[in-house]
């Protein structure tokens, strides 16, 4: 008796809504893409990217195709990775690792630099 004079029917059911949409809500926005990545096969394909002063390259097993510099507005360097940034949180990783020497990876920043407008160290 106390449960139903302390909660309407129309409570209990407005929560139990809440709930599902929540749980539908976290279904659609976290889980499913994680999904979706490791399902698809081309996100995880070796690819090639090539650098020169007019364009990028860009080259997997399925893709190939070249990128001129004006989508990127920003470079940001990490102790470990290059940000070819494009948009808020829309950037393009790049490993340092990849770089075979201390000249390709100097090479690829004063392209980089000519290139893009801000350079920033995080």
């Known amino acids: 008796y106390m449960l139903f004079t302390s909660f309407s029917i129309f ?3 407005i929560f139990g809504l809440v709930i599902v949409v929540t749980a539908l809500g976290s279904y659609l926005y976290i889980l499913m893409p994680i999904l979706k990545f490791k399902q698809t ?3 995880h394909e070796e690819y090639t990217l090539v650098f020169s002063k ?3 390259k860009f080259k997997t097993q399925s893709i190939e195709s ?3 510099w004006d989508i990127y507005s ?3 360097e990490s102790h470990d990775f290059y940000y070819l940034i494009q948009a808020p949180r829309i950037y393009t990783l790049i490993p340092k690792r990849v770089f075979k020497d201390l000249n390709e990876k100097q090479l690829f920043e004063e392209i980089t630099q000519s290139r893009v407008k801000t350079t920033k160290h995080v």
């Open 11 to 13: 409570s209990i059911l």
């Open 74 to 76: 920003a470079l940001w």
């Open 66 to 68: 070249e990128m001129k």
């Open 41 to 43: 096969a081309k996100y």
């Open 54 to 56: 007019e364009t990028i």
